[in-house]
C-alpha cells in the first residue's frame, strides 16, 4: 500500500492528524525502560493518531541497544499506522541508496524525512520506493532555520524554492514536505504552492509553535494531510506510573483540538 493511502485511512479510522514523536529521554521518562516506555505509549495512544514518528538520534545515543530497541518498538506499532523514521538524511548517490535501503527495507519504515541540500540525487534513491513517502525539509520549526532557509536564490527564499523542486519531483506522489509550526506565514506559503501534498508539521508545545494557525494553515482543502506532530508534551505528561494514562489524556485533548480547527478552516 502507498504511504499516503496507508495514512489517510489510519486518519479516517482515528479521526485524528495527530502524530507522536516517539523520542524517549532517559533524563524525562519516569523508572522504565525505553522499550517498556515505548511498548505502553503506543498501546494507550494508538487509536488517536495517524502516524508514529520515532526521531533515530535518540536511538543511536543508546549504542546497539538502541537500534534493537528501535527494530522492536517498529514492530510494536500496529500495522495499519505509518512509522515515519525521522532521520534527516542527505549524501551523494551511492551513500544516499544505502540509507534509503536502511531505512525502508531494513528498519521497513513507511516513510522518513530526508534533507535535500545536496539536491535531487540524493533524494531519488529515497523517492524510488514508490510505496513509501519521503518528506523533504522545507521549512524547519528551529530558530536557525532563518539562517539559511530566508536566503534568496532566483528570487526566490529557499524554502520556497525547495517546496518548488518538490512540488517538481514528485512523479511518483510519494513526496511530502517538513514545515514547521512556528512559522505559520510560511507554512501558508508552502501549502499554496503544495496543494496537495502531505505537511509533516513539527514545532507544537515546547518549541511554542501555535496549534490553530499550524492546523489552518497546514491542511489540504479537504481539512487533511496536515501531520501536526506533538513529542515531549505527551510522552512526559507524567513521570509516574500513570504515565501511558497521562500521555493518552493528552493526546486526546490535542486530537479534539486539532479537529475542531480544522472545522473552523473547511
Known sequence: MKFTHKLLNASRKNK??????????????????????????????????????PNLAFYEVLGTEGLAILEKTIKH??????????????DIGNTARAYARALFSVLDFDAATVNPYLGFDSIEPFISYHDKGVFILCRTSNKG?????????NGLPLYEAVARKAQEWNIHGNIGLVVGATYPDELRRVRSICPEMPLLIPGIGAQGGDLASAVGHGVDARGEKAIINVSRQILY???????????RKVAEKIRKQINDYRNKAR
Open 237 to 247: 505528561a507524567s513521570k509516574e506510573k500513570d504515565f501511558a494514562q497521562a500521555a
Open 145 to 153: 532555520a532563518t539562517d539559511f532557509q530566508d536566503l534568496r536564490t
Open 16 to 53: 485524528s492528524w495527530l502524530c507522536i514523536g516517539l523520542d524517549p529521554d532517559p533524563e524525562l521518562m519516569p523508572e522504565v525502560d525505553v522499550l517498556q516506555f515505548n511498548k505502553a505509549i503506543i498501546e494507550a495512544t494508538c487509536d488517536l493518531v495517524c502516524a508514529y514518528k
Open 77 to 90: 506499532i500496529p500495522s495499519d499506522i505509518p512509522a515515519i523514521g525521522d532521520a534527516k538524511r542527505g
